[in-house]
């Protein structure tokens, strides 16, 4: 059975830091992609960024409104993912979603594309 388990969430001032993490279980990764996603209340849930690999390159994709803000990355065994979230806005504001593909698929930002989800964890930045 896969799992995917979030952690990290919290809150933080505006302006302030959150690393999200994210594992994986029940089966490999490595040619997966794995990112995350988030959804405030009345809101669709929405792409934040995606990390995956093409050979020995690793890519990442992001949403305009995140980007130099903040990075994604995979951990070594490559069924980790995490989230380092900077320079914090009230608007970032969302319960925040770790979420899978099976392997070999491309890169995309629809939440269709994703097979594996996690539970979520709330992400709060106070003004």
């Known amino acids: 059975q896969v799992q995917l388990v979030e952690s990290g969430g919290g809150l933080v001032q505006a302006g302030g830091s959150l690393r999200l993490s994210c594992a994986a279980s029940?089966?490999?990764?490595?040619?997966?992609?794995m990112g995350w996603f988030r959804q405030a209340p009345g809101k669709e849930r929405e792409f934040v960024a995606a990390s995956w690999t093409g050979g020995i390159t690793r890519y990442a994709d992001y949403a305009d409104f995140v980007k130099g803000r903040f990075a994604v990355s995979r951990g070594n065994a490559k069924n980790t993912v995490n989230l380092q979230m900077n320079s914090l806005k009230p608007e970032d504001t969302a319960v925040y979603y770790c979420?899978?593909?099976?392997?070999?698929?491309?890169?995309?930002?629809?939440?269709?594309?994703?097979?594996?989800w996690g539970q979520g964890t709330q992400v709060t930045v106070s003004s």
């Open positions: 979420a899978a593909t099976s392997p070999g698929r491309s890169n995309s930002r629809r939440t269709e594309a994703y097979d594996y």
């Open positions: 029940g089966r490999t990764f490595s040619s997966a992609i």
